[in-house]
Every structure is written in structure tokens, then in C-alpha cells.
């Protein structure tokens, strides 16, 4: 399995400019979510979803957009990018929805928004 | 709503020395607590974790932690520090959204960790 993998690695976009981030993983994970990363504040949840369908938003949601069309498939969009969105992005995913289940977090994207 | 404070933003210990970095947490229910170790320039690995059961949770890389309701914390150790230890680390606690079953991980701002050879 290769897990949790994102692409891209880095990013660096102009203001207005509108990307997606991927995020795929081969476990066959229900639930997944998308966390931002910035200094001193730890991780904070943008969007998540418990299956293919559903989606929902977490505590940082506005600027983003998400889709859940597949199980393996978690994309995050950036509409119209602004330098406050300039972060860490990591996605994570677990097998169910219960509490014992472990999250497991891609590598990141490190996006720069000029 | 429930929060997770890491009162210690960066700690150096010596290697072979002892560590404890805190963790204490705000939420109403019993908690489900994690603890995360993130090396420089890459992802978060889940160190440990603790459900219920036994206070004192072992984890890998010889980590430790034990929770203790009536501190309301949850703290990692490691008896000897390693010069690969030096990263950051993230505590962090899981809330569950009854409808749907599902939970969500709220996590403290982090512990920066520094090991002197």
C-alpha cells in the first residue's frame, strides 16, 4: 500500500489564482479530512468526509471547497487564492468511523500564495 | 469546546536525559487522546494513543504516556532521550459528533523538542 500520498509537494500561487490539492489513498478508508498547518497554531480541520458523497466542514472551512465523488479520492480546492491560505496542508484518512481507529496523514503540500 | 494546551512551545534536553512534555485537555465526555511526533519536513506518525483501559499507554520509539482524569492531562515520557527524538510533537484529542459517528481530532499547538548530543 502506498497510503496516504499528495500531490503537489510545493506550490506557489498568485493571489486570485484557483488550484487543486490531491490527496488519494489505497486502504479502502472511509472517513477522510484535510488539515491546515501553521506556525504556532498545530492543525487545524478544514473539510472532512465520512464516505463517498458526503463531506462536511471543519473548523477553518471558509476559502475551500471539497468534493468525495470516489473512496479514494479527497481533492481540496482553492477557488481564488489569498496569501492567508499560504500553509501546510496535510490530509488524513482512517478505516472507519470508529474511536479506535488510527488517522493516517499524507506527507503534505506546501502551498505559497504571493 | 474542547481544547488541548501544550503549555511548553519548545524544550532542549540533553541526549540520554529523561522527558516529559505536557498535555492537558478541556472537553466534557471521556477524552480519546493521541499523541503525534512530526520530523522536520515531513508528515504526522502516531506515537501513541489511549481509549480506555489502562492510564499508562506505550507507544513506539520507547514513548510513554499516561492520562490522568483528575490532572485532566495526558502526558508523554521517554526514559532516554535519542538524538533522532528532536522534532515536534502534537497532542491531541478526538471528538465525536454523535449523528454521524464520527470524530475529529483537535490538536495542541505543539512541543518543539531539541536534543544536544
Known amino acids: 500500500n502506498a497510503g496516504v500520498t499528495q500531490t503537489p509537494k510545493f506550490q506557489v500561487l498568485k493571489t486570485g489564482q484557483s488550484m487543486t490539492l490531491q490527496c488519494a489513498q489505497d486502504?479502502?478508508?472511509?472517513?477522510m479530512s484535510w488539515y491546515r498547518q501553521d506556525p504556532g497554531m498545530g492543525l487545524r480541520l478544514i473539510h472532512y468526509s465520512v464516505g463517498a458523497g458526503i463531506t462536511d466542514q471543519g473548523e477553518v472551512p471558509n476559502g475551500y471547497n471539497v468534493s468525495r465523488s470516489t473512496t479514494e479520492d479527497f481533492p481540496l480546492r482553492l477557488l481564488s487564492a489569498a496569501p492567508s491560505q499560504t500553509s501546510v496542508y496535510f490530509c488524513?484518512?482512517?478505516?472507519?468511523?470508529?474511536?479506535?481507529?488510527?488517522?493516517?496523514f499524507g506527507p503534505g503540500t506546501r502551498l505559497l500564495v504571493l | 469546546a474542547q481544547s488541548v494546551t501544550q503549555p511548553d512551545i519548545h524544550i532542549t534536553v540533553s541526549e540520554g536525559a529523561s522527558l516529559e512534555l505536557r498535555c492537558n485537555y478541556s472537553?466534557?465526555?471521556?477524552?480519546?487522546l493521541f499523541w503525534y511526533v512530526q520530523s522536520p519536513g515531513q508528515g504526522l506518525q502516531l506515537l501513541l494513543k489511549y481509549f480506555s483501559g489502562d492510564t499508562l499507554v506505550q507507544g513506539i520509539k520507547g514513548f510513554e504516556a499516561e492520562f490522568k482524569r483528575s490532572q485532566s492531562s495526558f502526558n508523554l515520557r521517554k526514559p532516554s532521550v535519542h538524538w533522532s527524538d528532536a522534532a515536534e510533537y502534537f497532542c491531541?484529542?478526538?471528538?465525536?459528533?454523535?449523528?454521524?459517528?464520527?470524530?475529529?481530532?483537535?490538536f495542541g499547538k505543539g512541543t518543539k523538542l531539541s536534543v544536544i548530543p
Open positions: 486502504m479502502n478508508h472511509e472517513y
Open positions: 472537553y466534557g465526555a471521556t477524552p480519546y
Open positions: 491531541a484529542v478526538a471528538l465525536s459528533y454523535s449523528g454521524a459517528g464520527s470524530y475529529q481530532l483537535t
Open positions: 488524513a484518512s482512517t478505516l472507519s468511523l470508529g474511536y479506535q481507529e488510527t488517522q493516517y
